[in-house]
């Protein structure tokens, strides 16, 4: 969004639920400072939002986990919500996802409980507009960074939100996402990793038990990483000196149990690791619930580069 | 730097479909900074646009960029071009030396009666011991902000807390191994804490937010509870702080 855009009040949450955050991009350029990237945890759901809402890239947008967020429109809206389907209502009715809608002033949008995936992403067209803090609206409590309030908080009852006003020039692209683009979160995915360094430092039966293994996510699963339970893997390394860690970093403490790690991740860290999952692979599993089973795939770059590049260019300028 | 055979440093590691990891060294030396800091700075430039991210660290520096603008294969061959010509930053030796005023108190630094009885020194000479060396940074991580430093002197070597604080105060001065940090934000710790400091160690209105930046030279300075507070710093004992 431009500068010189207006804003104005046009959401108030009547009831907060327990998770619900706004995600810009996320922040970047700073992580030498040891501020980590935030941003959406799913970020092809946040994508396929904003696009099918009108807005470009990099918008910002809520982030609402579990559901249990009741918000109230205070004027007519246009918006899109993409990502799990959390059983999200309007006045009662169903609300259709992964397209534009439109949210009548005083209308009760509602979300329940998680149907399919943990995360959805609510769009409005124009944007929610909040003052950057290092860059972006990207909100991470742990660092009290970003958000509405510029200290992190996550969205409270009683907040009354912010918004761009539209210009109304009307939008162009699709306000409905094809079939094959809206994901149902309830198959347990095939995750696509890249092998990193430490990789020959495993035994080879844990690498055998990495890939073939049917993993469980824990209940330690947060916008910081997700653990994976199954065999104790085993590498003949116990701790790096602290390194820098990429999202989707794949790191196995002494416990043996693999953890990946997502968007709040600290910036550097002494686990060795089996490698980093695709962006769009750990999109894909902070989308699964605890008690979900996943796999690990090893997967050269070439062909999931592609695929990651088909996926931006569809969104990014 | 010269290129090496295989296994040899520096190596360039994949670190996903967007980064490199550059190992360049194999052990923590203050020694490696100044070879890091130049690597940083080169990728900057070379990278220009492209560029999302460096993550500099005790050894290493992760690169990371936008695989849409270079695909990977060009940016590890970029990393390398600069790798071949790579010459360490000069002006460390004589760089500018942060100085830290620093309150050394036990009401601020709890620990220091167990780093006293750990390492066998008194109190004063623990202080002496830790505000009488320059340090460099050697990554900065944990939180934003927070700078590791080191070394410390070998005789002030003292291991973590056994259960980590849910809160240390902002400003709080600690050591643990061989490192030495100051706490930019109130965060869980369980380091060692030997007083506190009145410096702005993480400011979101400041320009390069961060006080401290990797390769930068620290030194802490015993000033007096008056002079600590006349800095602004904040005395509140610990427990009232937590």
Redesign the interface.
């Given at each position: 969004m431009t500068a010189q855009s207006k804003t104005e009040t046009a959401i108030r949450v009547h009831r907060a639920g327990p998770l619900t955050l706004l995600q810009d991009r996320g922040r970047?350029?700073?992580?030498?400072?040891?501020?980590t990237?935030g941003g959406p945890a799913d970020l092809y759901s946040w994508a396929w939002a904003n696009y099918l809402a009108g807005n470009p890239w990099g918008t910002a947008s809520l982030e609402i986990t579990f559901g249990g967020l009741q918000l109230i429109a205070e004027r007519d809206l246009d918006i899109a919500i993409a990502g799990a389907d959390l059983g999200a209502t309007l006045d009662g009715q169903p609300v259709p996802l992964w397209q534009r809608i439109t949210w009548k002033e005083g209308q009760k949008l509602s979300f329940a409980s998680p149907v399919s995936g943990l995360r959805a992403y609510l769009s409005v067209q124009g944007g929610f507009a909040a003052e950057p803090?290092?860059g972006s609206v990207a909100c991470v409590s742990?660092?009290?960074?970003g958000g509405f309030d510029g200290w992190g908080s996550k969205l409270a009852e009683g907040d009354r939100l912010a918004i761009h006003t539209p210009d109304g020039k009307p939008t162009e692209g699709m306000t409905k996402a094809p079939d094959h683009a809206r994901k149902d979160f309830r198959e347990s995915p095939v995750l696509e990793l890249?092998?990193?360094?430490q990789i020959a430092e495993f035994t080879g039966r844990s690498l055998y038990d990495a890939f073939n293994t049917w993993w469980r996510v824990d209940d330690r699963a947060d916008r910081m990483g997700v653990r994976l339970l199954g065999p104790k893997l085993q590498c003949r390394i116990g701790s790096l000196?602290?390194?820098?860690?990429?999202?989707?970093?794949v790191q196995v403490p002494p416990d043996g149990q693999p953890i990946a790690l997502l968007n709040d991740r600290?910036?550097?860290?002494g686990y060795p690791r089996l490698?980093?999952?695709?962006?769009l692979s750990a999109s894909r599993l902070a989308q699964c619930l605890p008690g979900q089973e996943v796999r690990l795939r090893a997967c050269g770059?070439g062909p999931?580069?592609e695929h990651?590049?088909c996926f931006?260019?569809g969104f990014?300028p | 730097m010269t290129a090496n055979p295989a296994n040899a440093l520096p190596?360039l590691?994949?670190?996903?479909?967007?980064?490199w990891?550059v190992?360049l060294f194999e052990?923590?030396d203050e020694a490696n900074l100044p070879w890091i800091t130049a690597l940083?700075r080169q990728c900057e430039s070379a990278f220009a646009d492209a560029l999302?991210?460096?993550?500099?660290?005790?050894?290493?520096?992760?690169v990371?960029f936008d695989?849409?603008r270079l695909?990977?294969s060009d940016a590890r061959q970029k990393i390398a071009g600069l790798l071949a010509d790579l010459k360490p930053d000069e002006d460390l030796g004589t760089g500018q030396v942060h100085e830290l005023p620093t309150f050394y108190d036990p009401s601020v630094g709890p620990d220091l009666d167990r780093v006293s009885g750990h390492t066998g020194m008194t109190v004063e000479q623990v202080i002496d011991c830790h505000s009488n060396k320059t340090y460099r940074v050697f990554?900065?991580?944990?939180?934003?902000?927070?700078a590791?430093m080191g070394l410390t002197d070998p005789r002030l070597e003292c291991p973590r807390l056994d259960t980590p604080r849910k809160k240390v105060p902002v400003g709080s001065v600690a050591i643990a191994a061989r490192q030495t940090a100051a706490y930019p934000?109130a965060t869980p710790g369980g380091w060692n804490l030997l007083g506190r400091t009145s410096a702005r160690l993480?400011d979101?209105e400041r320009e390069g937010?961060?006080l401290l930046?990797?390769g930068d030279q620290v030194r802490f300075v015993s000033v007096s509870r008056e002079e600590f507070e006349r800095q602004g710093g904040d005395t509140t004992p610990m427990e009232a702080a937590v």
């Amino acid at each position: 969004m431009t500068a010189q855009s207006k804003t104005e009040t046009a959401i108030r949450v009547h009831r907060a639920g327990p998770l619900t955050l706004l995600q810009d991009r996320g922040r970047f350029g700073v992580r030498h400072l040891g501020v980590t990237q935030g941003g959406p945890a799913d970020l092809y759901s946040w994508a396929w939002a904003n696009y099918l809402a009108g807005n470009p890239w990099g918008t910002a947008s809520l982030e609402i986990t579990f559901g249990g967020l009741q918000l109230i429109a205070e004027r007519d809206l246009d918006i899109a919500i993409a990502g799990a389907d959390l059983g999200a209502t309007l006045d009662g009715q169903p609300v259709p996802l992964w397209q534009r809608i439109t949210w009548k002033e005083g209308q009760k949008l509602s979300f329940a409980s998680p149907v399919s995936g943990l995360r959805a992403y609510l769009s409005v067209q124009g944007g929610f507009a909040a003052e950057p803090v290092m860059g972006s609206v990207a909100c991470v409590s742990r660092e009290q960074l970003g958000g509405f309030d510029g200290w992190g908080s996550k969205l409270a009852e009683g907040d009354r939100l912010a918004i761009h006003t539209p210009d109304g020039k009307p939008t162009e692209g699709m306000t409905k996402a094809p079939d094959h683009a809206r994901k149902d979160f309830r198959e347990s995915p095939v995750l696509e990793l890249l092998p990193g360094a430490q990789i020959a430092e495993f035994t080879g039966r844990s690498l055998y038990d990495a890939f073939n293994t049917w993993w469980r996510v824990d209940d330690r699963a947060d916008r910081m990483g997700v653990r994976l339970l199954g065999p104790k893997l085993q590498c003949r390394i116990g701790s790096l000196i602290s390194e820098g860690i990429n999202l989707g970093g794949v790191q196995v403490p002494p416990d043996g149990q693999p953890i990946a790690l997502l968007n709040d991740r600290q910036t550097i860290g002494g686990y060795p690791r089996l490698g980093a999952l695709s962006p769009l692979s750990a999109s894909r599993l902070a989308q699964c619930l605890p008690g979900q089973e996943v796999r690990l795939r090893a997967c050269g770059s070439g062909p999931v580069l592609e695929h990651y590049r088909c996926f931006l260019a569809g969104f990014r300028p | 730097m010269t290129a090496n055979p295989a296994n040899a440093l520096p190596r360039l590691e994949s670190a996903g479909l967007d980064g490199w990891m550059v190992r360049l060294f194999e052990q923590i030396d203050e020694a490696n900074l100044p070879w890091i800091t130049a690597l940083a700075r080169q990728c900057e430039s070379a990278f220009a646009d492209a560029l999302v991210d460096l993550v500099p660290s005790y050894t290493t520096l992760l690169v990371v960029f936008d695989p849409v603008r270079l695909s990977p294969s060009d940016a590890r061959q970029k990393i390398a071009g600069l790798l071949a010509d790579l010459k360490p930053d000069e002006d460390l030796g004589t760089g500018q030396v942060h100085e830290l005023p620093t309150f050394y108190d036990p009401s601020v630094g709890p620990d220091l009666d167990r780093v006293s009885g750990h390492t066998g020194m008194t109190v004063e000479q623990v202080i002496d011991c830790h505000s009488n060396k320059t340090y460099r940074v050697f990554a900065l991580g944990f939180a934003p902000g927070f700078a590791f430093m080191g070394l410390t002197d070998p005789r002030l070597e003292c291991p973590r807390l056994d259960t980590p604080r849910k809160k240390v105060p902002v400003g709080s001065v600690a050591i643990a191994a061989r490192q030495t940090a100051a706490y930019p934000t109130a965060t869980p710790g369980g380091w060692n804490l030997l007083g506190r400091t009145s410096a702005r160690l993480f400011d979101r209105e400041r320009e390069g937010f961060s006080l401290l930046r990797v390769g930068d030279q620290v030194r802490f300075v015993s000033v007096s509870r008056e002079e600590f507070e006349r800095q602004g710093g904040d005395t509140t004992p610990m427990e009232a702080a937590v």
